[in-house]
């Protein structure tokens, strides 16, 4: 990183670097001795693959021989995939309308608290006080009270035990839309489990220093909270991050499954999480929440190397038996695919 790169054209081969800085991974397991070597010195932490083009790395490595000066008319634009595909990325849910989601939800509180007061007041007057002669007055009361605060009751008795909306205060002051928003690192270089694992993991403090070495001070934050960062590397101790997406023991979810087979997104199941300073639940991981995305979403059966043993399947498409194959049909509506 940064200084250590210096040189780097007069000590390697440009071919290999373009092919490491592509692909590092592959290089490593086509058992490339220097790839190897790399990778251990640096406490194997895996570089993931990127679409840059043999050019764009071209210049890259131009920037780095010039000390970090490199003419404008030099600079090549080019859209890359990934650039084409996030302008046009499948509408997450905003911020913004989770903020007005946890509004409404404490709207109904309200309503259920002012319900029930009016509900006890109009039953006190119906047997004790005798106030209001019109009996039917109560007898309306009462009986909207009772609808709308079941109502709200079986909302809330439902949801009990989830946490759409939660937001906790994280330990450092991680910015989701720093990182992955204005600096725009693929959501990969530090969840870089989450196509190959259960778990999409957090990174641990190694991966941060790996630009924190350099970057010493924030915008928004100054140097204070990359000194904490700084610090837990230098004493050897791991931010303890406060995890805020939990399925229940008896679920079972797979990061792997999804990301790398089924190729779903990270917004589709957690929002625009580029646009968040904090990030938030804006989904309420409610079994009907799975199942209802597995019935409506179209799994994709062409080039897909893990339903190519899917034939009966394939045969039904092309004969136009089926026009398209959701999750539901390939057993994601089974009890025993989610619960243990
Ligand atoms: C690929 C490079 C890179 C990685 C990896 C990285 N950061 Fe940053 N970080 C940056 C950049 C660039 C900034 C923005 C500096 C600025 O505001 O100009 C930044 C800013 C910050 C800030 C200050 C935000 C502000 O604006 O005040 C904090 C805190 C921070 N990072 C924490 C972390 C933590 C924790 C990790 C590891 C989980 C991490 N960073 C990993 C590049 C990185
Ligand atoms: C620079 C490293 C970095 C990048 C890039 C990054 N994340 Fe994160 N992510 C973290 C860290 C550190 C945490 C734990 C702190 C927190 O929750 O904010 C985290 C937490 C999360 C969580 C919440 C995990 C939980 O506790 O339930 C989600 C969801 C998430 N990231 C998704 C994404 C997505 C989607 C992207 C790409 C748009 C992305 N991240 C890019 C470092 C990163
Ligand atoms: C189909 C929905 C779905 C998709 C797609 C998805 N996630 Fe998740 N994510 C979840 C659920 C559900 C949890 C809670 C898992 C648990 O409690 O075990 C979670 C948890 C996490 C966590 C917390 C740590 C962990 O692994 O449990 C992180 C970080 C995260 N997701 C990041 C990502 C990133 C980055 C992507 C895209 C590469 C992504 N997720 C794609 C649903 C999804
Ligand atoms: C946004 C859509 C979406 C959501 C939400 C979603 N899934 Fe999925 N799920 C998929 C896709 C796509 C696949 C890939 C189909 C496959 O593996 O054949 C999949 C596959 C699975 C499989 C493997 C099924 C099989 O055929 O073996 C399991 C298990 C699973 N999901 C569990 C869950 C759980 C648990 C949740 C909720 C916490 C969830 N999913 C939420 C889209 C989704
Ligand atoms: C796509 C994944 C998926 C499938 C398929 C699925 N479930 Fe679930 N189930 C979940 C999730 C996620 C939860 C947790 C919901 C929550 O926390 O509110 C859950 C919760 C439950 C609960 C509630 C447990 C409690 O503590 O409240 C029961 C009971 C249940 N499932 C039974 C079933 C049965 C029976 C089937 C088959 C007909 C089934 N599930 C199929 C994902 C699934």
């Known amino acids: 990183m940064g200084p250590d790169l210096q040189g780097i054209t007069e000590r390697r081969?440009?071919?290999?670097?373009?092919?490491?800085?592509?692909?590092?991974?592959?290089?490593?397991?086509?058992?490339?001795?220097?790839?190897?070597?790399v990778f251990e010195e640096n406490s194997?932490?895996?570089?993931?693959?990127?679409?840059?083009?043999?050019?764009?790395?071209?210049?890259?490595?131009?920037?780095?021989?010039?000390?970090?000066?490199?003419?404008?008319?030099?600079v090549v634009e080019v859209?890359?995939?990934?650039?084409?595909?996030?302008?046009?990325?499948?509408?997450?849910?905003t911020p913004a309308e989770a903020v007005s989601g946890r509004k409404d939800m404490r709207n109904m509180q309200i309503t259920f608290v002012v319900l029930l007061i009016l509900m006890l007041i109009?039953?006190?007057?119906?047997?004790?006080?005798?106030?209001?002669?019109?009996k039917w007055i109560h007898y309306i009361i009462i009986l909207t009270a009772l609808y709308i605060g079941g109502e709200v009751l079986f909302v809330e008795a439902t949801s009990l035990g989830r946490q759409q909306y939660y937001q906790p205060d994280q330990p450092v002051w991680f910015s989701h839309k720093v990182h992955a928003g204005q600096n725009q690192i693929d959501c990969m270089y530090c969840h870089f489990t989450a196509d190959k694992s259960m778990h999409a993991g957090i990174p641990p403090v190694a991966v941060c220093m790996n630009c924190h070495n350099q970057v010493k001070s924030g915008k928004i934050t100054g140097e204070s909270e990359i000194a904490k960062v700084t610090e837990a590397y230098a004493n050897k101790k791991p931010i303890e991050w406060i995890k805020v997406h939990n399925v229940p023991d008896h679920v079972y979810f797979n990061h792997a499954q999804h990301v790398e087979v089924g190729?779903?997104?990270?917004?589709?199941?957690?929002?625009?999480?580029?646009?968040?300073?904090?990030?938030?639940?804006?989904?309420?991981?409610?079994?009907?929440?799975c199942i209802d995305c597995h019935r409506t979403k179209e799994v994709q059966f062409a080039n897909n190397k893990f339903y190519e043993q899917y034939t009966r399947m394939h045969e039904k498409l092309i004969s136009g038996e089926k026009v398209k194959v959701t999750v539901a049909d390939m057993g994601g509506e089974d009890c025993q695919r989610c619960h243990y």
């Not at 290999?16 to 190897?36: C, M, P, R, T, Y």
């Not at 109009?122 to 019109?134: A, R």
């Not at 199941?269 to 989904?283: F, L, N, P, T």
Request: charged content about 30%; overall charge negative.
């Open 263 to 289: 190729k779903v997104d990270c917004e589709e199941c957690h929002g625009a999480v580029e646009e968040m300073d904090e990030i938030v639940q804006v989904e309420d991981l409610s079994m009907g929440w």
């Open 44 to 74: 194997k932490i895996p570089m993931p693959p990127n679409n840059l083009t043999d050019d764009q790395v071209r210049d890259i490595l131009l920037y780095i021989e010039n000390g970090g000066k490199v003419a404008a008319s030099e």
């Open 13 to 37: 081969d440009e071919a290999w670097i373009i092919k490491f800085v592509q692909n590092s991974q592959a290089l490593i397991e086509a058992g490339d001795a220097v790839a190897i070597q």
């Open 122 to 134: 109009s039953l006190f007057d119906l047997f004790v006080t005798k106030i209001l002669k019109e």
């Open 79 to 93: 859209e890359t995939e990934e650039t084409v595909a996030s302008q046009e990325t499948v509408q997450a849910e």
